[in-house]
Each structure stands twice: as structure tokens, then as C-alpha cells.
């Protein structure tokens, strides 16, 4: 939406609050969030900087870190913006309402996070500002403030969130229902693919960039045909952070996998010795299956491989692995194919 909000001509803004950051934002939280460190602050204020480019036109927008403001203020300005808001109002937030009358702590800290992202607009002189429908209470707060410092209150435009993979939550990190706009390309190809159809509307409205005039013909065939409608919005997806030359890509690697069974044309090739200790080749008889996953970097741990094996997510050579104490004959110059779920795949030929 800020996309569009440049291509009419208007100045984009993008804040990284990386000051707000030391709070934490309490919206939709039960209980005190944990604070990040500044090291985990800096690096995630990087990586925002860095996607922002990928869908907005970087010589048409201001990359703002509200630390730039909000950390001169001193004890008499942060008095002075206490001042502009009540506790009762602040009481009024869902949230903080529902933990008040649960006797769940609520610390005054907590209560600075709307008033400081509410001073970024002070400091902007924001006319308008975007958020989510869970920064609704925040954006609110800021057009009162504004008043408070002489400014018009600025307009608060209000957007959905978008639902992850699993059709149920909002898309998080946290709930492993995302795409990241920095996955590759065959990664969110293959992601939107696997969305439940009931998603097809609101990822076409919200994650796709459909013309005006093409929408109402690109909805109805999310209605007739389900799945070329998603093959396409795919298209969409990653035409937009990729290219078409690398969505073309992964759609006929997609198709090279799920339509016709073949084995992916960039699988990762790797030798493992059978004396790598993470196989547990000596005392098993064969290579373990969990330690496989991990040598060849499908799975972070052996716990995780071991569930995956356990949920019949884990294949060699095309025949399923039977949970997580399966054996995989080895000898040096065999080469096997392991796969992890639908998309991920490692060649392995095993050495002395």
C-alpha cells in the first residue's frame, strides 16, 4: 500500500524504531514482552532497511530510526509527552484492559510504547500514517498527541493482517507461517502454492499487485478454478521480489517436482565421510536418520530431525524414512537423494 501511496506521487516515510524497539510492543500481548538486547536491535534494524528496497522505490523514500529522536529527549520533554495522554484512556486498549482486570502486571514502561511511537509522528509532522489493525490504539494515540503539540492529527489508514500459510494466524515468524520477501525464489513460489484455497481473496487483495481492472476477473477464477489461480498469485508473488525471469523458474521447478515427480535440477550436493560421527555409522549399522538430516543441513538439530522422521517427512530415494531410529545403508561411492517435506532435498554421496 505505501507502493501505491508512491506511485501517486506522495513522500514515503519508512521508521524503523529501533528506540521503540528497547520497549517492545505490547499489542496483543498477555504478559510483559521480554526486552531485546541492543545487539538484536541493531541487526534487526538492518534487515528492515534492507527489505524495505525490495518493494519500495528506494530513490522515493525517507528511511527514518526513531532512535534520531527520540533518544535526546530528555527527563523534561518525556514528562512533557506523558502529560499529553491519561492512564484511564491508556486503560481503554484491549489488551491492557484484559490483563488489568486478569491482576496481570502491566508496567509503566509499557504505557510509553504508544506515547513514543505516537512522538515519531510528532517529529514527522505525519499527515498520514499505516499500520495494521493491530496498530490501531497506537495510531490513534498519535493524532491525539499531534493536538497536544499544535499539529493537525494525522490520517490513519488501517490494513488487514495478512494470514499466514496456515490459514488461521496472522503471518509470523513466531507461528512458521511465513514467506519472507528475502526467501528465494522457488522457496515462495512453493509456500504460496501450499495456501489453503480460502486464502486465494485475501492474499490476491492484500500480497499480490493486480491491477484494478484485472481484479474482479482475477477473483472469480479463484472461485472456478482454484488452483490456476494460485499457480498464478505464485507468479504474482514472486514476480514482484524476484523478477519474471526467476518466477518462470520456479514455476517449471515446481512443476519438475510435484507435477512430474522428477527430482529438482539445483539440489545442494554434499560428501559425507562414513566416519562422520553425526551419522552414528559405527554403532547403528547404517547412517541414522537424524543425524543425516542435520549432516546435510535439512535440520537444525537431531530433536527436529526426529520429530520430521517421526511425521513421515523425511525420504530417501523416494521411500519414506520409518521415524527417527531408521537406518540408511551406507558405503563409500553410494550416492542417495534425502528429501525433507515437499521442497527440500540434498544429495549425499558417502566417502571413507
Not at 508512491?6 to 500481548?29: C, K, N
Not at 492484500?206 to 477473483?219: C, F, G, I, K
Not at 526467476?246 to 521447478?253: D, I, K, V
Request: glycine share 8%.
Amino acid at each position: 500500500k505505501l507502493r501505491t501511496f508512491q506511485e501517486l506521487g506522495h513522500e514515503v516515510i519508512f521508521v524503523v524504531g529501533d528506540y521503540t524497539a528497547r520497549v517492545g510492543d505490547p499489542s496483543g500481548r498477555s504478559e510483559t514482552r521480554p526486552r531485546l538486547t541492543p545487539e538484536e536491535i541493531a541487526a534487526n534494524a538492518e534487515t528492515y532497511a534492507q527489505q524495505v528496497s525490495r518493494i519500495l522505490e528506494s530513490s522515493k523514500v525517507r528511511v527514518e530510526y526513531n532512535s534520531s529522536w527520540l533518544g535526546p529527549l530528555d527527563l523534561a520533554a518525556i514528562l512533557e509527552l506523558t502529560g499529553t495522554y491519561t492512564v484511564a484512556r491508556m486503560l481503554e486498549r484491549d489488551d491492557f484492559a484484559r490483563r488489568y482486570a486478569e491482576q496481570r502486571p502491566i508496567s509503566v514502561m509499557e504505557f510509553m510504547y504508544p506515547l513514543m511511537q505516537a512522538y515519531d509522528s510528532v517529529a514527522l509532522h505525519a499527515d498520514v500514517e499505516m499500520g495494521g489493525t493491530d496498530q490501531k490504539f497506537n495510531l490513534l494515540v498519535a493524532r491525539t498527541v499531534q493536538e497536544r503539540y499544535g499539529q493537525e492529527p494525522q490520517v490513519c489508514v488501517i490494513m488487514p493482517l495478512l494470514r499466514g500459510t496456515d490459514g488461521d494466524a496472522k503471518m509470523s515468524k513466531s507461528y512458521d507461517n511465513y514467506i519472507g520477501i528475502t526467501e528465494p525464489a522457488s522457496e515462495m513460489y512453493g509456500k504460496t502454492m501450499s495456501i489453503p484455497d480460502a486464502l486465494l481473496e485475501e492474499w490476491t487483495r492484500l500480497a499480490a499487485p493486480v491491477p484494478a481492472a484485472e481484479l474482479a476477473d482475477t477473483l472469480q477464477l479463484a472461485t472456478d478454478d482454484p488452483y490456476s489461480a494460485k499457480r498464478a498469485l505464485a507468479r504474482r508473488i514472486v514476480t514482484l521480489y524476484h523478477g519474471a525471469d526467476q518466477a518462470e523458474r520456479a514455476e517449471t521447478g515446481f512443476d519438475r517436482v510435484f507435477r512430474d515427480h522428477a527430482e529438482p535440477e539445483d539440489v545442494p550436493e554434499l560428501t559425507l565421510s562414513t566416519q562422520d560421527e553425526r551419522l552414528r555409522v559405527a554403532d547403528r549399522g547404517g547412517a541414522w536418520v537424524p543425524g543425516l538430516l542435520v549432516a546435510a543441513g535439512l535440520a537444525a538439530s537431531n530433536a527436529e530431525a526426529g520429530r520430521l522422521a517421526d511425521q513421515g517427512a523425511v525420504s530417501v530415494d523416494g521411500e519414506k524414512m520409518a521415524g527417527r531410529n531408521a537406518i540408511v545403508p551406507v558405503e563409500p561411492g553410494r550416492s542417495i537423494l534425502v528429501q525433507r517435506g515437499r521442497r527440500h532435498f540434498a544429495r549425499i554421496r558417502f566417502s571413507d
